[in-house]
């Protein structure tokens, strides 16, 4: 117990595996190299920065994973939804943030705990004894990624993560944009109104179609590839796949009425969420962009209700590094060659907010276990942490390995009920009835 337990990284990861460590009795030091050294992608120096999106995604609990998750880290008392509830905006039936509060909350409880200790250093080698988890998310510094691919004997993968645009809400033209959130969903008018919604008809998206796909890129590195995660493409990348790709994705007009032209169905319409609690900047909704900054200002300013839009943050590009997790690391996320190392986030293959902070709480309540002498079962697969570390440990094709979201794709069935999409809802209720009394039967060993 005299040995802290060493955390480099204070992301979504980093700062959950520190709570729950020190929550069990820990000494806990954080080890973040901003703000002495800095990433392309950060701003500040507080933990649990949001870079990219201010969502959480799903809160339902019931019917979708992700909420399921959400339920998992709030029963074991996670200081990342803790907070993310704390600093809750409006967004329909998604569970989005003010940024900014939530990472000085974030930051300020971690800070006044009486076991945390923050070091303000970079990690540039992999340590060689001591107790260490490394969190260093997609953003891994050059020296310790190099260090990780020289003990690992094999490349690290990557991939490109791509920034939304955030903009002025008062430089959003109303006479054309409205308030609605999809379907309306919602339990409060605030809710249902949590999005503003910019429409096109067919010649507009059309236009917008070509401006996108003919608009300057941000250029690659000699050497480095564009291996894309599906969850997280460009919008440009996007519209290369299809001009009607963008429609039936981030594009899609269901679920809203304009009520400037009720009885015109919008071609195709572009969703800003709140991404602050004053209301003052939105986000506009999967738009992550490769586009150089000129043209994303032009581009951009072609949406309807756009045309005198200010950024406060223009969209932006970044490699993201994670491990052959399914190679490399153990079913406690150990490195198999050095396992007093473990690995946790977005580093081990998992992809999102959520997910990452997931893998900090599971790799947390391990370190606690094992430096207190207490031995865990296995988590249940049948949980949605379980099914995620169970993929990217073992369940994954490691020849073919890609960042992963949490779906009721990884969980194992629930036998005799009904296939196919008629009988989903009661599927998915069954999955997440069973996870919830097994996570809390795993959560009752310690």
Not at 55 to 78: C, K, Y
Not at 287 to 305: H, L
Not at 343 to 372: C, D, H, K, P, W
Request: proline share 5%; net charge negative.
């Amino acid at each position: 117990m005299a040995d802290p337990l060493h955390i480099i990284g204070g992301g979504m990861a980093g700062a959950e595996a520190a709570w729950q460590a020190a929550q069990a009795g820990l000494n806990v030091v954080i080890h973040e190299m901003r703000p002495r050294t800095g990433t392309f992608a950060h701003r500040t120096d507080r933990l649990a920065e949001m870079v990219c999106s201010n969502s959480f995604r799903s809160d339902d609990d019931e019917q979708n994973a992700v909420g399921l998750l959400h339920w998992e880290m709030r029963a074991a008392g996670g200081l990342i939804m803790a907070m993310a509830d704390d600093n809750r905006l409006p967004a329909g039936g998604a569970l989005a943030v003010d940024r900014d509060r939530f990472a000085e909350a974030v930051t300020a409880r971690l800070l006044d705990h009486p076991k945390i200790v923050v070091e303000r250093s970079e990690i540039m080698s992999l340590p060689t004894d001591g107790h260490w988890i490394v969190a260093t998310g997609p953003l891994t510094s050059d020296a310790l990624g190099q260090a990780i691919r020289a003990e690992t004997g094999a490349e690290a993968l990557a991939f490109f993560d791509a920034i939304a645009p955030i903009i002025h809400a008062d430089s959003v033209d109303l006479s054309k944009a409205w308030f609605q959130s999809r379907y309306d969903k919602g339990q409060t008018e605030e809710e249902r109104t949590a999005y503003l919604n910019c429409p096109m008809d067919r010649d507009q998206y059309e236009a917008f179609i070509d401006a996108l796909l003919a608009a300057e890129k941000t250029e690659f590195h000699e050497g480095e590839t564009a291996g894309y995660f599906d969850g997280c493409l460009p919008i440009e990348v996007m519209a290369e796949r299809g001009r009607e790709t963008l429609r039936h994705g981030p594009m899609k007009p269901v679920g809203l009425t304009n009520p400037h032209a009720p009885d015109i169905k919008p071609h195709a319409v572009v969703q800003l969420r709140r991404d602050n609690a004053l209301g003052t900047l939105y986000n506009i909704v999967g738009f992550q962009t490769k586009m150089k900054y000129g043209a994303q200002t032009s581009v951009f300013r072609m949406i309807p209700g756009l045309e005198n839009a200010m950024f406060a943050r223009l969209g932006g590009i970044h490699r993201n590094t994670f491990l052959n997790a399914p190679m490399l690391l153990d079913a406690g996320l150990r490195l198999k060659s050095r396992p007093h190392i473990r690995f946790a986030g977005q580093i081990t293959g998992v992809e999102g907010y959520v997910e990452s902070a997931a893998m900090g709480l599971f790799a947390g309540r391990l370190a606690a276990a094992e430096l207190t002498g207490r031995s865990l079962p296995p988590v249940p697969a049948t949980t949605a942490t379980g099914a995620l570390v169970a993929h990217i440990t073992g369940g994954a094709d490691a020849r073919t390995f890609q960042p992963m979201n949490v779906n009721f794709g990884l969980f194992p069935p629930v036998e005799g009920l009904r296939a196919g999409r008629r009988g989903r809802r009661d599927r998915y209720k069954a999955y997440t009835d069973r996870a919830k009394a097994d996570w809390t039967a795993w959560l009752s060993h310690g």
